[in-house]
């Protein structure tokens, strides 16, 4: 080989390894920006994170453990049921619903039940969904207007207020009886913690 060819093959094998290194040095500069670009992204995303709106807050009165005591009305006044056993209310993660526990005895029978409460903004209401441990579930609707709190359905209709202080919750639920609304129970939740 003489020396010119060596020189000829240096320069190729020199204007490969320049290429292949300027590749990898624009490939590693657009790697970087796009992992820049990337963590920015995330950045960005993590301040446009949904946060729950004023209406959610207006359920926090709400949270806590409370003591229920009531009376279900049997049509005969000395032979109304006697209801006692606790409530709790507690924000799921993220701050959007509320998870209700009711667990009371109503007489004898024990009344378990799960109930999750949203904000629907079109309707300017919350949605409250309802399971229990005899098979039953269902939904409501619950408004505030001027300090009182109904929840309803077709059948069911909860109508009561908070004490000033924030710490005793009164009032009675109705069943619709043929169009006709009748006192079914009255009930008052008073703040455990």
Known sequence: MNLYSVEKLMTRFLTIELTHSKTNML??????????????????????????????????????????????????????????????????????????KVNVLMGTE?????????????????????????GESGMMHASEHHGIWTFASDNLRFTGAFSEDSNTISGIWEQNVDDNWELLMDIKLVRAR
């Open 27 to 100: 490939a590693q500069i657009l790697l970087n920006k796009k992992i820049h670009q990337t963590s920015k992204l995330m950045t960005d995303n993590q301040t446009l994170t949904p946060t729950p709106g004023p209406a959610y807050r207006h359920l926090d009165v709400f949270v806590g453990t409370w003591h229920t005591t009531g009376n279900m009305k049997t049509g005969v006044e000395t032979n109304d049921i006697l209801i006692t056993g606790t409530d709790t209310y507690e924000w799921l993660p993220g701050g959007f619903f509320l998870l209700h």
């Open 110 to 134: 024990r009344k378990e039940s799960l109930e999750i409460i949203g904000f629907d903004a079109s309707t300017n209401t919350y949605p409250m969904h309802f399971f229990d441990n005899q």
